[in-house]
């Protein structure tokens, strides 16, 4: 862990202690990219859930460009910078493909290293250790050099911890597609009990904890209550569903209510 990066982000503080909602908007750059309009804006889409009470933004800048692409990165980093430097930037990727360009360039308070292949239809799987640990130590401590908390996208595997923490991250974030398709089911607390123990073991060792993947208004307080010290949750599919129908101010309103519920 990195004794130059606070452990606590901004976005924490800014929570009250509670768990910071970072909004990722891809799923408003996909749209958008679908006519050459422009519309509907990514900056317009943050700047709507920050005024609402977002304390964060999250990107996944994937290869490809099927959502988010390079130009509103940087416009965000630009927005965040100059309106809204308490918001926190979590910038997602494969630090073996694009992602490192974007930490070197922009130095977002956290960088999500997320070990996905170019053409992934999304996020499904965390890193796996010990195979991984000698490609990310290098890439770890970079980013580090340059000031950005480091989080690692992980299974719920407990015995995985120590070797995060090894790398010297400063943070997990709990893959959750797991526990989002086990919510409501008689496996719930089972698949839950999962991801608390691998809280607990991250936490143990000196880890922060985030979260995230199809978490929702349904799930996140559930969640939120059973699985200790999360600093972070990001969502973004679900949010973004849910502001098509509610705008962008009740919808993000509205899971600030699930996150307070959870500690209510
Ligand atoms: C890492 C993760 O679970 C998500 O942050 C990811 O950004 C989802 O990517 P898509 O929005 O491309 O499905
Ligand atoms: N890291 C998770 C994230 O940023 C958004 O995931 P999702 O809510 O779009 O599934």
């Known amino acids: 862990m990195n004794p130059l990066i606070a452990p606590e982000s901004n976005a ?9 909602l970072s909004v990722n908007v891809n ?6 990219n679908t006519r050459h309009l422009g519309i509907p804006s990514v900056l317009r889409a943050a700047e709507a859930c ?19 692409r390079t130009q509103d990165v940087h416009d965000l ?52 250790f010990p195979a991984d640990m000698a490609r990310l130590k290098p890439l770890v401590a970079e980013a580090q050099a340059l000031g950005v908390r480091v989080s690692l996208f992980m299974d719920p595997t407990p015995e995985a911890m120590a070797y995060v923490a090894e790398l010297g991250a400063d943070r997990v974030e709990l893959y959750t597609e797991t526990y989002a398709s086990t919510h409501g089911t008689a496996r719930q607390a089972e698949v839950l009990a999962g991801f608390t123990r691998t809280a607990q073991a991250a936490l143990a060792v000196g880890l922060g904890v985030n979260a995230g993947h ?4 349904d799930n996140l307080a559930d969640f939120l209550r059973a699985v200790p010290g999360v600093q972070e949750v990001s969502i973004g599919h679900a949010l973004i569903a849910d502001a098509l129908e509610l705008g962008y101010t009740e919808t993000v309103r509205e899971y600030q209510r699930c996150i307070q519920k959870a500690y209510a």
């Open 12 to 20: 924490h503080h800014a929570a009250g202690g509670r768990c910071a």
């Open 27 to 32: 799923k408003v750059a996909l749209l958008r």
């Open 214 to 217: 199809d978490l929702n208004r």
């Open 77 to 128: 980093a630009e927005l965040l910078r100059r309106d809204w430097p308490q918001v926190e930037y979590n910038i997602e990727g494969n630090p073996t493909q694009n992602l490192m360009d974007y930490v070197r360039e922009l130095r977002p308070h956290q960088v999500t290293f997320v070990p996905d292949s170019e053409d992934q239809f999304t996020s499904d799987h965390g890193w796996q």
């Open 50 to 68: 920050l005024l609402a009470g977002a304390q964060g933004i999250t990107v996944h800048p994937r290869p490809d460009a099927r959502h988010v």
